[in-house]
């Protein structure tokens, strides 16, 4: 969550407080939202802060795994490198004949996209969305064919 001072200039508590003063009010069983707007507005915490405690707290205590949305779906992000243009990654993910040729264990069909930039599939069953962002990056290659 970051530091201990981090937590308390920010909020005006330390986590262990934090914890605390939640287990007191009665946070377990009670629904996200509700946490959340307890915490803004009885003990003025900014958006960002109060979904950060509510996360850590709930981890702390055992009533959310960690990556556990809180509707109980999971999100899962992943990055990589690929030395190709952008442009020629991005059609390899969109075009879907391309697509095909690499994609050999499953199907994604298209959403939406922003040329260049980024799309978005569905997964063959409907269960699982699929969002692609691209960044063209500048990569030096040392002497030895490595970055």
């Known amino acids: 969550m970051g530091t201990i001072d981090a937590v308390r200039r920010a909020t005006g508590r330390d986590r262990a407080e934090w914890f605390a ?3 007191a009010w009665g946070a377990p069983g009670r629904r996200y939202r509700e ?45 990589k490198t690929v030395a ?30 922003r040329p260049g930039r980024s799309a978005r599939f569905d997964w063959e069953d409907g269960s699982t969305r699929v969002n692609r962002l691209h960044r063209q990056r500048a990569i030096e290659i040392d002497g030895r064919g490595g970055t």
């Open 21 to 23: 003063l939640l287990d």
């Open 35 to 79: 946490i959340a707007g307890w915490l803004m507005g009885e003990h003025d915490v900014s958006k960002w802060w109060a979904q950060k405690l509510i996360v850590e707290y709930e981890q702390a205590r055992g009533l959310r795994p960690a990556g556990v949305r809180p509707d109980g779906t999971f999100e899962v992000s992943a990055s």
């Open 84 to 113: 190709v243009p952008v442009e020629r990654l991005f059609d390899a993910f969109v075009n879907a004949r391309q697509r095909e040729k690499w994609l050999t264990d499953g199907r994604m069909s298209l959403r939406t996209s």
